[in-house]
């Protein structure tokens, strides 16, 4: 029997853009700044439309929770191949402070709510770094979970998943439902062709909520200040190693 597939696609600062901390380190500069799909959850996005494509998989679901913008990040997973998407809505100030608890609350409500079998995640977001919705999505539903994947093969309610780890790969076997994120070797992902984009516009896009999903997302850290890292130094040549190791006793490093 083929699976429900919910997949998470997060509106992220383009990977192009040079990031800018605001003046009042509060944040970093999004105003006027390109945006786009965060290139883990365009993997996500891909493998759920090959398990489409293979007939493992019988419904493919985007989901992605912030601001109204975050529509086109959706529009463009429906252009990929997803069959429908979810946007719950946070704006504003709750935006600027929602964090990866809060989001893995969401999607973990969305897949009880739509049943789903399978939730597929980017392994992290280029833009924070976190790498912990994913985990922590599996710990609220209970469900086993399969991280940083480079190869999926669903059969018979069960994912064989190969994972990239520290030493290399190990590969596990896991019940279905499951939640499985995708690292960086796991496809390559394809782009929506102009037919498909006009396509998208016609698939069904819910929008709700937290307070529809019964969700409390009120943040349970507070960002004190954001930094730029500092600028790094020129280098210089040396002619020998012992000239090498002079200069670097001068400097307390030896």
């Known amino acids: 029997m083929a699976i429900r597939i919910l997949v998470g696609v997060k509106r992220a600062i383009d990977y192009a853009v040079k990031i800018q901390v605001k003046s009042d380190k509060t944040g970093v500069v999004t105003e006027g700044v390109k945006h786009s ?24 679901i985007a989901i992605s929770c912030g601001p109204p913008q975050c529509q086109e990040t959706l529009r463009t997973a429906l252009a990929l191949g997803a069959d429908r998407a979810i946007h719950v809505e946070v704006a504003g100030k709750d935006y600027e402070m929602l964090q990866p608890l809060a989001i893995s609350k969401l999607i973990a409500a969305v897949a009880k709510k739509e049943n789903v079998d399978l939730v597929l995640l980017g392994k992290l977001a280029i833009d924070d770094d976190s790498n912990q919705t994913g985990q922590m999505v599996a710990g ?13 093969d669903i059969k018979d309610k069960k994912a064989e998943v190969m994972r990239e780890i520290d030493g290399g790969s190990e590969t596990i076997r896991v019940k ?30 819910a929008k709700m909520s937290p307070k529809d999903l019964g969700v409390d997302i009120k943040p349970h850290q507070e960002y004190l200040s954001y930094e730029e890292p500092p600028k790094r130094q020129g280098g210089g040549r040396v002619a020998s190693v012992d000239e090498l190791i002079s200069k670097l006793k001068e400097k307390g490093l030896i």
């Open 37 to 60: 799909m965060n290139p883990f959850d365009e993997i996500a996005v891909e493998e759920a439309i090959r398990l489409k494509e293979k007939k493992v998989a019988q419904e493919v």
């Open 140 to 152: 609220l539903l209970s469900w086993p979970q399969a991280v940083f994947a480079s190869k999926v």
């Open 176 to 205: 279905l439902p499951a939640v499985i994120t995708a690292d960086l070797r796991l496809n390559q992902p394809r782009f929506a062709n102009l037919p498909s984009i006009q396509k998208a516009k016609k698939k069904p896009m």
